[in-house]
């Protein structure tokens, strides 16, 4: 993972680069660190352990100012967290680099180096970089010929930036599978790996492409390709408001998400639903054709995408027929698929960016399926350019690490494809379709209804806060909610939270309950309601305490050892998206009683560029 950010203009950059990095942090902040070059000529760094407050600190007591820069926030992969390890990595006193990705030969690479004479200051792949650039320039002094010349040796993944002592009038920028974005200002150029961090300083961008080198000067940009040709890319035009990044007037990023989930519902919704039935050119001008031919789907994602995906298993076979198949992306891309023809791949993320995921769809592309489509937040992520048909979540940029309205648009989503595929191919009735479009319509209302409880689920966050384990239990599509719950607590509460279907329960996990594991579960009114009370019987039994989201329809009650809270009423197909919710705010209030970082656990990041 990891952020990059660069800068070159006639103003001084560091406040440029630190507010860049600022906005970065979602993609690693063990360590962060930045190289200037100033008027005398000279290249210096500061780095610093931790995150970017403690560099910004540092910039504050000592400042490095000057025109020209590069700057990073880490996520360790080679190397604990450490500030040698920290980035800009330099080669001399001439040159620095900042990388995102990983260098699979850099063990070959550095023994190459050290045996030249290269003495390595990091345990970093980094390093071997900018030694090999520093012994390639002896060779070929302009920078972008000698850079051209490094990438062919490269293997692995990286999105890169390079400032030279000796050339202080460019920035030089490499991609291969981690992305980059140059920034154009006017007499001023930018380079990071997401627009994110440079809509402060600039609207339009340029997306370098898998394999691109971009040479920015202050008053122009080269960029070449794969094969070395100059090439002009397109400039794209940022509209959306840069204040959908801030946290107003909200404790954590997270909690901002979560309310705003019914907003960002109605978008997911907008434009995609008619009078009675799903628009399925929503999906893009081919869908119509392309989804009356689908006869099987392939979801492929991770984390809380990934159980995205095993909720829309149970809406697929049971609206349309059509047979699914959900797998982790890590695991998919690594064994031997069988791919039956006619079949859908589909991938869902909320960044887009997301290593695994990417490097699935690209075998996925030769492997024999009828088309890829991209569930995605992102419009200019690789997913979204690299797939056939592209459904955007529009949940706007989530920075909380933990996931929460990205799910739920994601959610959404998936049954608009459901209803999408179920119709083209005839499967779904009609009367059926106008149910719950209808449903969908009326998901933003009941999703302010079900925040309403926050105050409730608050005051039972108190039950965990002492506790080292707990257990999420949930029946049919509740079951990938309940490991949706479990992911949560874990992620930002650092409590063990494992996730159950109830029927396994006694298949081992009951083993484990006792008055000091609260066990956890979603009980909506649908079919499988009695069955799921018997399981919540048996944990009684056992001395466990239960915490029961249920409808209040349900017949549960409160009672020794049993804390009910009541959840407004709604759809049966849709409630694994309206019973998501207690369960982020449960975990929300548990890690602010626990004093955790909410937006930034320890060693998460929010988008994984590497596998
Ligand atoms: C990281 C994030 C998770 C996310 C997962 C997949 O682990 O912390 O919140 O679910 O990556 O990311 P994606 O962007 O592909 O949905």
């Known amino acids: 993972m990891c952020g990059i950010v660069g800068a070159i203009a006639e103003r001084n950059v560091s406040a440029i680069l630190i507010e860049g990095l600022k906005r970065l942090e979602y993609r690693g902040y063990d360590s962060a660190g930045v190289a200037i070059c100033n008027l005398a000529g000279e290249l210096r760094r500061s780095r610093r352990i931790g995150k970017v407050a403690a560099l910004e600190q540092a910039l504050g007591e000592e400042p490095l100012p000057g025109h020209l820069g590069i700057a990073h926030t880490r996520w360790a992969t080679h190397g604990v967290p450490s500030e040698a390890n920290a980035h800009p990595h330099f080669s001399g006193e001439s040159l620095a680099v900042v990388h995102n990705g990983i260098i699979e030969n850099h063990d070959e690479l550095r023994q190459r180096l050290e045996r030249l004479g290269y003495v390595f200051t990091s345990q970093t792949d980094t390093e071997t970089i900018v030694h090999l650039l520093h012994h390639t320039l002896k060779r070929l002094p302009d920078l972008a010929d000698a850079l051209k010349a490094v990438v062919g040796e490269l293997h ?160 697929l076979e049971e609206l349309t027929g059509i047979p699914c198949q959900v797998e982790v992306a890590s695991e998919f891309r690594y064994r031997t698929v069988a791919v039956h023809p006619d079949s859908l791949f589909v991938t869902i993320s909320q960044s887009g960016e997301t290593a695994d995921t990417l490097a699935a769809l690209r075998d996925a592309r030769s492997s024999g399926y009828l088309a890829s489509l991209a569930i995605c937040n992102v419009g200019t992520s690789s997913l979204v350019r690299e797939s056939d048909l592209v459904l955007l979540t529009n949940a706007g940029p989530e920075i909380g690490v933990a996931s929460t309205k990205a ?42 209804a079900v925040l309403g409880m926050d105050k409730a689920v608050e005051q039972i966050s108190a039950l965990f806060a002492e506790k080292h384990h707990t257990l999420f239990l949930g029946r049919g599509a509740q079951y990938p909610v309940a490991m949706e719950g479990a992911l949560k607590l874990k992620e930002i509460s650092y409590i063990h939270a494992e996730a159950y279907p109830a029927g396994e329960l006694k298949h081992g996990p009951l083993a484990l309950v006792d008055s000091d594991m609260p066990v956890v579960t979603v009980a909506p009114n649908n079919a499988l309601l009695e069955k799921l009370k018997s399981n919540l019987q048996e944990v009684r039994a056992r001395g466990g305490q239960l915490v029961v989201f249920a409808d209040r329809e349900a017949g549960l009650e409160n009672g020794e050892g049993v804390h009910v809270v009541q959840v407004p009423h709604i759809h049966p197909l849709l409630a694994p998206i309206l019973y998501t919710v207690p369960l982020q705010l449960l975990s929300y209030h548990v890690a602010v009683l626990k004093g955790t970082d909410v937006d930034q656990p320890r060693n998460l990041a929010k988008s994984v560029t590497v596998e």
Not at 249 to 259: A, C, G, N, Q, S
Not at 414 to 433: I, K, Q, S, Y
């Open 156 to 315: 692995g993944a990286y999105g890169l930036a390079v400032i030279s002592r000796a050339q202080p009038d460019r920035i030089l920028a490499a991609r291969s599978g981690s992305p980059l974005v140059v920034g154009l200002g006017l007499g001023e150029n930018f380079i990071a790996s997401d627009p994110l961090a440079l809509r402060q300083v600039t609207d339009r961008f340029i997306y370098l492409e898998e394999g691109d080198i971009a040479d920015i000067r202050r008053d122009s940009l080269q960029i070449w390709n794969a094969a070395g040709t100059t090439v002009q890319r397109e400039t794209v035009q940022f509209h959306e408001s840069a204040e959908a990044a801030e946290k107003g007037e909200y404790r954590h990023y997270m909690l901002k998400e979560i309310f705003e989930q019914p907003r960002v519902v109605q978008r997911t919704l907008e434009g995609r639903l008619g009078a009675t039935q799903v628009l399925v050119a929503a999906f893009g001008p081919q869908a119509v054709e392309l989804f009356a031919r689908v006869r099987q789907v392939q979801i492929v994602a991770c984390g809380t995408s990934y159980h995205a995906g095993m909720v829309a298993r149970y809406w």
């Open 407 to 448: 799910f739920t648009t994601q959610l959404v989503a998936l049954l608009l494809l459901t209803l999408a595929l179920g119709r083209a191919r005839g499967t779904l009735d009609p009367a059926r379709e106008a149910e719950l479009v209808a449903a969908l319509r009326a998901l933003p209302g009941d999703l302010q």
